[in-house]
């Protein structure tokens, strides 16, 4: 069961402000200054319990990179990862992103990830899925014209309708992986429910999209 409310989650959170951005949406065109050096910014919306920002940060000493995730208990657990990564490059926010040009100036990003994002079966919450046309909106003003997304699921029926949008929305397929595991690919950080579906036996599957022409 997830506990809801951890009372001690606001304590943690503001302590370790090394890691959490307190002001995130202060941050606007400036996440730079969060970081020891300047170097390519990352960002992961939905990091969950962050073990995939925290391997990506120590594996990827040479990029920032920023992990947003909207429940608090269970980003406490991502701050902790973090924490114990013992890396500089890696910041959490505790928000739900809605507009994303609301924390980040345009162009401000090189790359985003979207790992097993929330499927929203229904048609009616077609809008809530992190690959609708609003969303992709977002991401092409805050990404740098030669920026990317990558994005891992293990759900076809996502994939499928993301594919899709990707393409209506005049994007470049430039990667796509079916079968992600049985690829091996050495620099695969993999997530928490990555590791839980592929245990099962699912196919994951993997995109890298552009907005180049
Ligand atoms: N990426 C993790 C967790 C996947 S579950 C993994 O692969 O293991 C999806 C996560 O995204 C959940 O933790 C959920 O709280 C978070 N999330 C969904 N929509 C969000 C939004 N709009 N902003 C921030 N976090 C979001």
């Not at 969950?48 to 040479?62: N, S, T, V, W, Y």
């Not at 790359?111 to 499927?119: A, M, Q, R």
């Not at 929305?169 to 079968?179: A, H, N, Q, S, Y």
């Amino acid at each position: 069961m997830r506990l809801r409310n951890k009372p001690w989650a606001d304590d943690f959170l503001r302590e370790n402000d090394h890691i959490v951005v307190q002001e995130p949406f202060a941050h606007k065109n400036e996440w730079q200054t969060l970081f020891p050096k300047e170097q390519p910014l990352h960002l992961e919306i939905g990091s969950g319990k962050g073990q995939f920002i925290a391997g990506m940060g120590k594996q990827h000493p040479d990029i920032n990179f920023v992990g947003i995730e909207r429940v608090k208990s269970v980003i406490v657990g991502a701050v902790k990862k973090v924490i114990d990564a013992d890396t500089v490059n890696v910041r959490m926010v505790n928000e739900k992103a809605e507009d994303l040009r609301e924390l980040f100036g345009e162009n401000e990003v090189d790359h985003l990830y979207l790992n097993f994002s929330d499927p929203w079966p229904k048609t009616r919450h077609e809008k809530r899925r992190l690959t609708y046309h609003t969303f992709l909106e977002q991401y092409q003003s805050i990404l740098k014209p030669d920026g990317s997304i990558t994005m891992k699921t293990d759900n076809k029926k996502l994939f499928e309708y993301s594919l899709i949008s990707f393409s209506q929305f005049g994007m470049r397929l430039e990667e796509v992986e079916l079968d992600l595991h049985q690829l091996d690919d050495p620099l695969n950080v993999p997530t928490e429910y990555e590791e839980k579906f592929a245990e099962k036996g699912q196919p994951i599957y993997r995109c890298r999209i552009s907005f180049k022409d």
